[in-house]
């Protein structure tokens, strides 16, 4: 940053390479955000500038960050987790699963994750910085294009975000975003949201869930899979707990949701088109819980995860009809923000 810059707290974006990746941040005196755009945009730091503390969850397991899965069989999610060092990523058009996709076979939480992204523009002003960027998938027809908006007096990072759809036949998408939190922020945390339930997805495994599969019920207690006590689900799993879980919520009031630390003082919260994505799936690991392949016992993280499908397979949801539908060489567009905040409870203004 310029000394120009730092005097007028003028927004700015600047490169910078660590670890073989070339990030952009993007900042102003609120926060600083860095992307990845080779790696699907991702996100891979989250800062709140006056305290330091990055929001983002690293991967022990994904260090140093790899672009490529290894030369092995593929299966059990490895094609995500070879790769995923942590940071907030989009799943697109498949939602969660593996699986095919009209003919596409496509993997864990999708294409768009792991597809180069293009910087199209950074336009910057003494008061307003816009970047824009544009994945473009290889197996199928879409086009998924995000611009970030900084405001210099604002703690909030504005986020628009489009999926085209080349083919002349409207397409049925599920597209979620995935956040993964940790740091200082999760010590005795808890996820406000306005959701009334919450569901536990059925699963061919149920010895391997500590709650119980397909449980639905008022947000935010769910029953244990033995004892049956009821889970705080709200509550951040403290580290080398070895709880772990991973829900869904929805039925919301308001598209929003905050990491709230009353320690702190401090949350991380999200506002989100509730009529885009109804849904929110929320994974929360405190370490220890999870023995085997991918954590093998490591790992203290919390997620809030916008959605527009339930976390079913991509054959169920488009049977169900719980998909979102993309006209035919057309888009369908959303809006978010995103920020550090110091109070629990939304809507949250600039």
Not at 135 to 146: E, I, K, L, Q
Not at 234 to 245: K, N, T, V, Y
Not at 294 to 303: D, F, I, R, V, Y
Request: net charge positive; with cysteine; proline share 9%.
């Amino acid at each position: 940053m310029n000394k120009t810059a730092k005097k007028s707290n003028q927004p700015v974006a600047t490169w910078r390479t660590a670890q073989g990746r070339r990030l952009l941040a993007i900042e102003n005196a609120h926060f600083r955000v860095e992307i990845w755009p080779d790696m699907g945009g991702a996100i891979t730091s989250y800062v709140h500038k006056p305290s330091g503390l990055d929001i983002m969850w690293r991967n022990a397991y994904g260090q140093p960050p790899r672009r490529h899965t290894i030369g092995q069989p593929v299966g059990g999610g490895s094609d995500l987790f070879d790769v995923m060092d942590g940071s907030w990523y989009v799943s697109l058009p498949n939602g969660f699963f593996p699986g095919d996709y009209f003919g596409a076979p496509l993997g864990t939480h999708g294409e768009l994750r792991c597809v180069p992204w293009t910087v199209e523009s950074i336009r910057s002003t003494a008061k307003t910085l816009r970047v824009a960027f544009v994945g473009v998938s290889v197996r199928t027809p879409v086009v998924y294009r995000r611009e970030l908006t900084v405001h210099a007096a604002s703690a909030h990072l504005h986020w628009r975000e489009t999926v085209g759809n080349r083919s002349g036949a409207p397409l049925p998408v599920a597209w979620l975003h995935h956040p993964v939190f940790s740091g200082p922020l999760l010590d005795g945390a808890r996820l406000v949201a306005p959701a009334r339930t919450v569901t536990v997805n059925p699963t061919g495994k149920p010895s391997a869930m500590q709650l119980k599969a397909g449980y639905k019920g008022r947000w935010p207690r769910v029953p244990e899979r033995t004892g049956g006590r009821m889970r705080d689900c709200s509550a951040a799993p403290r580290a080398g707990s070895g709880l772990d879980h991973s829900i869904q919520l929805a039925d919301f009031s308001a598209g929003r949701g905050c990491l709230w630390n009353e320690k702190l003082k401090l949350g991380f919260a999200m506002q989100w088109d509730l009529a885009m994505f109804p849904f929110a799936w929320s994974w929360a690991h405190g370490g220890g819980g999870t023995p085997r392949y991918p954590m093998w016992g490591e790992g203290h993280l919390m997620t809030l995860q916008p959605s527009t499908s339930p976390p079913r397979r991509f054959g169920d949801l488009l049977r169900r009809k719980e998909l979102r539908v993309v006209p035919a060489q057309g888009s369908v567009t959303a809006e978010m923000r995103t920020g550090f905040v110091t109070q629990p409870e939304g809507p949250w203004t600039d």
